[in-house]
């Protein structure tokens, strides 16, 4: 593994610090010593919103949440680079409410294997690796998981990108929430809206991460796949 990182590339440097020497202190960390920062839309039970510990003023249905920075938006501009396709396994919730995540696979006859119990749960979570690009121009790397009734969404993503007939980096889609109903409940889910091409910078960027992330030189953390829920953070969607 190279010591390329996954990072997050400021807006505007003061004048004495764009002609610094990089990023020195962080020459040891590699992509396994840190977090994609994972983008969750908020529900009606998530801890942003219904507890009291972990609420965060202003949290809405429907927005979206930064898990890294606690930023929250209601739309972004994203750019996808990259796919990745993993199954989870997780025990019963409501069995085994103190038990974690058993794992994160790469196909389901692994996830399967991984089973400690007949009941529990393997997930597919299909996740986009992006780039939030900010109307000043910032661009900040993220993963958007979409398991459950995300990955509806997530075909959806998928096909606006191949009919664009480029690179998916470079394509823009505006990101907004809209509310859905299923026979469990009323649900916020993602959606992506084509907004054209991107700048030439961006464009570079985004095939940048790409041959990283493409290559195996840069590893993306379990941490920024799995989707632990939007009901109460502790597990995998427990309704939806």
Partial sequence: MTKKQLATTAEQLPAYLAQGQGARGSEQVESDDMQLPRIKILQALSPEISKADRKIPGAEIGMFVNTLTGEMFESATIVPVYFVKKWMTWPDRDKRPTE?????????VEATRAKLYDDDLVQYTPTHIVLIVSEAGGIEEASIPCPSTKIKVS??????????????????????SVNETNAKGDFANFRFTPAGFVSEEVYRYGESLYEALHSGSVNISDDSLVDTGDDDGEGPPAGF
């Fill in 155 to 176: 075909k959806q993503l998928n096909s606006l990108i191949r009919m664009g007939k480029v690179d998916s980096f470079a394509q823009s889609f505006t990101m907004t």
């Fill in 100 to 108: 974690q995540l058993r794992g994160v696979f790469d196909d389901e």
